[in-house]
DNA sequence: TGCACGTGCAATAGTTTCTTTGCACATGCA
DNA sequence: TGCATGTGCAAAGAAACTATTGCACGTGCA
């Protein structure tokens, strides 16, 4: 499998560093739901879990679709994407490595020289 | 390997989750180092560089020593801790199950006293 | 004495995150 | 019609995070 770059890490770490969205991400592992049931689960309200959905789905961490039940009322149907990342002190290095500065954008594409 | 609670993960996630302090570890694979010559090789002021350090000793993903150099200086230097965390949907999961709730965090922050 | 080097922290400001509240729009059904 | 269900988003405030600036203290040395 891929490595992630180092935006890509940070971007996963910031999204699952939040309670809700871990229990987001451990209801939806159990399968897919739509958002009123989920915030009906959680126990949090639904702009709330909209928040935190739309920051999952940022990360590429969680899919959305819409689908139309039989009564006719359009619902958000959420499920988790599969996604598998090591964290420890070599792979955060080797992340960092991929880091895009924030200062020195166009540097970090084309030089790779650091010391 | 003993596994993280799930606050555990969250703490080690949000204080990887910036590009400064990945670079911190990163630089800190290579050895250990003291604080002024870690903010010159990372190009950070060095109170910033304090302030990232605390969040990754917080989280035990570092660790400090004082040390006497022989001309007499204090110098504080900084290692890397060992650390091992997968990020997958069901380890999110296992770990979303031992999260303490935001009411009780309350009193696990505050209070003196932890079970 | 004055400079270079090491440590520490507080105050300030700007940005981001988190959460609530409120409103809008649909459909189905008694 | 009125109430239940589903969807969406914006405004607003509190809290946390990020970063800078400034000042304090220490040592060694020209």
Redesign the pocket.
């Known amino acids: 499998m891929s490595e992630y770059t180092g935006d890509e890490m940070v971007r996963i770490m ?1 999204a699952l ?2 309670p ?1 969205r871990m229990r987001v991400v451990a209801t939806l592992v159990r399968g897919a739901t ?4 989920l915030a009906r689960e959680l126990q ?5 879990l ?3 959905l ?2 999952l789905e940022a990360a590429g961490l969680v899919t ?1 679709q819409l689908q139309i039940s039989e ?6 149907f959420y499920s988790v994407q599969s996604f598998a990342l090591q964290l420890s002190p070599e792979s955060i290095a080797r992340g960092a490595n991929s880091l895009t500065l ?1 200062d020195a954008e166009k540097d970090a594409e084309k030089g790779v020289r650091d010391e």
Do not use: C, T, W
């Open positions: 910031a560093s939040n809700h739509y958002v009123s049931q949090i309200s639904r702009p709330l909209q928040v935190h739309r920051r959305s009564e006719g009322k359009a619902m958000k924030p």
